[in-house]
């Protein structure tokens, strides 16, 4: 498969108002391409497309508000981006959002809502979008999972069951389009400094200083700058890797979960246990 051709193309990026999202989209616009940005806060939104648009004049960046965990409002947005954006050439599936707590700690509405963005958005919008695609030899697709993808912690039953649905989908979408000459890839992300830690939801069963302790510690992870983990995407997509880990934190556990498949977590629990 050819290299993925940024210049002239145009991109949807979802979870494009911040993070990953936002970093990635001025990496794109840089390499020449046309741009259309999804997120929930039209604010950070719109600043970010005007940013854009005041440092590339030539391209042009569209933007969708909407809130991919309305299952209803996702179906309305994607059928726009397939009547507005026919040549639609890459898709960055990024949005996502965290749900700290024990299984038995969170409502199942809250799963819900991390289910709707975190995988049922992912293949809603790469489901209606895939016959533009297919128009668009040498397309590509970017879904972003997780650490949590590779290796599942307690405390993120939910997190963890989108973004390992989100890697079993990418890989076998990646088989089934292979002929079409359309590249996938999914992205395992470390500790990339990002601002999930501060958006993401808390079970109601979880108490106040757990649910402190566990986002201090979470938070200390998050060292990465976006926009690495955005050069290090496009890098991925022009050169078709069907796979992407960013960061030792993403690293390490994949060795560790090939070493150590069934008993990785009680290593993991040992080190991360608290000196006494």
Same mark, same amino acid.
């Given at each position: 498969?050819?290299?993925?051709a940024?210049a002239?193309?145009?991109a949807?990026?979802?979870?494009?108002?911040?993070g990953?999202?936002?970093a990635?989209?001025e990496?794109?616009?840089?390499?020449?391409s046309h741009?259309? $940005?999804l997120?929930?806060?039209a604010?950070?939104?719109?600043a970010v497309?005007?940013?854009i648009r005041?440092?590339?004049?030539d391209?042009?960046?569209?933007t969708?508000?909407?809130d991919?965990?309305?299952d209803e409002?996702?179906?309305?947005?994607?059928?726009? $981006?397939v009547?507005?954006?026919p &040549?639609?050439?890459?898709?960055?599936?990024?949005?996502?959002v965290a749900?700290?707590?024990?299984?038995?700690?969170?409502?199942?509405d809250?799963?819900?809502?991390?289910?709707?963005?975190?995988?049922?958005?992912?293949?809603?919008?790469t489901?209606?979008?895939?016959?533009?695609?297919?128009?668009?030899?040498?397309?590509?697709v970017?879904?972003?999972?997780?650490v949590?993808?590779i290796f599942?912690?307690?405390g993120?039953?939910a997190?963890?069951?989108s973004?390992?649905a989100?890697?079993?989908?990418?890989?076998?979408?990646?088989h089934?389009l292979?002929?079409d000459g359309?590249?996938?890839?999914?992205?395992?992300?470390?500790g990339?400094r990002t601002?999930?830690? &501060?958006s993401?939801?808390t079970?109601?069963?979880?108490?106040? &200083? &757990?649910?402190?302790?566990?986002?201090?510690?979470?938070?200390?992870?998050?060292?990465?700058?976006?926009?690495?983990?955005?050069a290090?995407?496009?890098?991925a997509v022009?050169?078709?890797?069907?796979?992407?880990?960013?960061?030792?934190?993403?690293?390490?556990p994949?060795?560790?979960?090939?070493?150590?498949?069934g008993?990785?977590w009680?290593?993991i629990a040992r080190r991360?246990?608290?000196?006494?």
């Amino acid at each position: 498969m050819r290299p993925y051709a940024f210049a002239g193309g145009t991109a949807v990026v979802t979870g494009a108002a911040g993070g990953i999202g936002e970093a990635l989209a001025e990496e794109l616009a840089g390499r020449g391409s046309h741009l259309v $940005l999804l997120d929930r806060d039209a604010d950070r939104l719109a600043a970010v497309a005007d940013r854009i648009r005041a440092a590339h004049p030539d391209l042009r960046v569209a933007t969708h508000v909407v809130d991919l965990a309305d299952d209803e409002a996702t179906a309305r947005v994607a059928a726009a $981006l397939v009547a507005e954006h026919p &040549e639609t050439t890459l898709l960055v599936n990024n949005a996502g959002v965290a749900l700290g707590g024990r299984f038995d700690q969170v409502g199942l509405d809250d799963v819900e809502w991390l289910l709707a963005v975190n995988l049922r958005a992912v293949v809603r919008l790469t489901h209606t979008l895939l016959p533009v695609l297919k128009t668009h030899p040498g397309a590509h697709v970017v879904n972003v999972s997780s650490v949590f993808g590779i290796f599942a912690p307690a405390g993120q039953v939910a997190y963890a069951t989108s973004k390992f649905a989100v890697r079993g989908f990418s890989e076998a979408l990646r088989h089934e389009l292979a002929d079409d000459g359309i590249g996938v890839t999914v992205v395992h992300p470390g500790g990339i400094r990002t601002r999930i830690a &501060e958006s993401a939801r808390t079970g109601a069963g979880v108490p106040v &200083e &757990e649910y402190e302790k566990g986002r201090e510690q979470f938070s200390k992870l998050l060292r990465i700058p976006p926009e690495v983990a955005a050069a290090q995407i496009a890098a991925a997509v022009e050169r078709r890797r069907p796979r992407l880990l960013i960061g030792w934190t993403a690293k390490v556990p994949d060795v560790l979960v090939r070493l150590l498949p069934g008993s990785y977590w009680r290593l993991i629990a040992r080190r991360a246990a608290p000196a006494r």
